[in-house]
């Protein structure tokens, strides 16, 4: 029972949070700065004016999320952020370049660790609660206390999303990339990227309850 009710509240919070983060990001998505730069023009800009020109910007086709990879100082932008020119996409470009300023490298490292720890063990955690369902209990409850487990590193995760939300609303404001009017928008789709790393499992809850209901 323990575990049912543990899925029941993981799922709630994961499908509140991807349902209002989606709401907002419609609507910004076709709103655009003055400026009218791309993601990867946001970024370089960002590098240049900190004459870190030894940074790599590339394109991966993956959309699982934007990283920086300190080990071989290159940021790889997903393709809607790297080509996208709307609001949206130059918060989230700003925001992975606000790890790129980082002092304390080990920073980004465990952003990232922590992205692949919630990609990987979301769909472990489901595989296992789905074959578990069918097969064998023991597995099933294995599965939930891995998703359990995602979802706990979601929430360490805020801390570093809180924090580097702060640093890319300064960062946007100091580099003048936006207005005063636009930085308003900015700040509202920062609260909301807050909140991002709950919903990234989602998905998987969804698809979840269908196979235990």
Same mark, same amino acid.
Do not use: C
């Given at each position: 029972?323990?575990?049912?009710?543990?899925?029941?509240?993981?799922?709630?919070?994961?499908?509140? $949070?991807?349902?209002?983060?989606?709401?907002?990001?419609?609507?910004?998505?076709?709103?655009?700065? $003055?400026?009218? &730069?791309?993601?990867? /023009?946001?970024?370089?800009?960002?590098? /240049?004016? @900190?004459?870190?020109?030894?940074?790599?910007?590339? %394109?991966?086709?993956?959309?699982?999320?934007?990283?920086?990879?300190?080990?071989? @100082?290159?940021?790889?932008?997903?393709?809607? $952020?790297?080509?996208?020119?709307?609001?949206?996409?130059?918060?989230?470009?700003?925001?992975?370049?606000?790890?790129?300023?980082?002092?304390?490298?080990?920073?980004?490292?465990?952003?990232?660790?922590? /992205?692949? !720890?919630?990609?990987?063990?979301?769909?472990?955690?489901?595989?296992?609660?789905?074959?578990?369902?069918? !097969?064998?209990?023991?597995?099933?409850?294995?599965?939930?206390?891995?998703?359990?487990?995602?979802?706990?590193? %979601?929430?360490?995760?805020?801390?570093?999303?809180?924090?580097?939300?702060?640093?890319?609303?300064? &960062?946007?404001?100091? %580099?003048?990339?936006?207005?005063?009017?636009?930085?308003?928008?900015?700040?509202?789709?920062?609260?909301?990227?807050?909140? @991002?790393?709950?919903?990234?499992?989602?998905?998987? !809850?969804?698809?979840?309850?269908?196979?235990?209901?």
């Amino acid at each position: 029972m323990i575990y049912y009710i543990i899925l029941a509240v993981i799922s709630t919070v994961s499908i509140a $949070t991807y349902l209002y983060i989606e709401k907002i990001s419609r609507s910004f998505k076709n709103t655009y700065l $003055t400026k009218r &730069l791309s993601g990867f /023009d946001v970024v370089k800009h960002i590098l /240049d004016k @900190n004459n870190l020109d030894n940074i790599y910007i590339v %394109e991966k086709k993956s959309t699982v999320t934007n990283e920086y990879d300190v080990e071989h @100082n290159v940021v790889r932008l997903d393709s809607k $952020t790297f080509n996208g020119e709307s609001i949206f996409y130059t918060v989230k470009a700003a925001f992975i370049s606000g790890y790129v300023l980082e002092k304390d490298k080990t920073i980004p490292k465990l952003y990232n660790i922590f /992205d692949k !720890i919630i990609y990987f063990g979301s769909i472990f955690g489901v595989l296992s609660t789905i074959i578990g369902t069918l !097969i064998w209990k023991q597995l099933f409850y294995l599965g939930v206390t891995l998703l359990l487990l995602v979802f706990i590193i %979601e929430i360490i995760s805020l801390i570093f999303e809180v924090k580097n939300a702060t640093s890319t609303y300064e &960062l946007i404001k100091d %580099e003048k990339l936006a207005n005063k009017k636009e930085l308003e928008n900015i700040r509202v789709i920062l609260n909301i990227y807050r909140l @991002n790393k709950l919903a990234s499992i989602v998905y998987s !809850i969804i698809n979840l309850k269908k196979e235990i209901s």
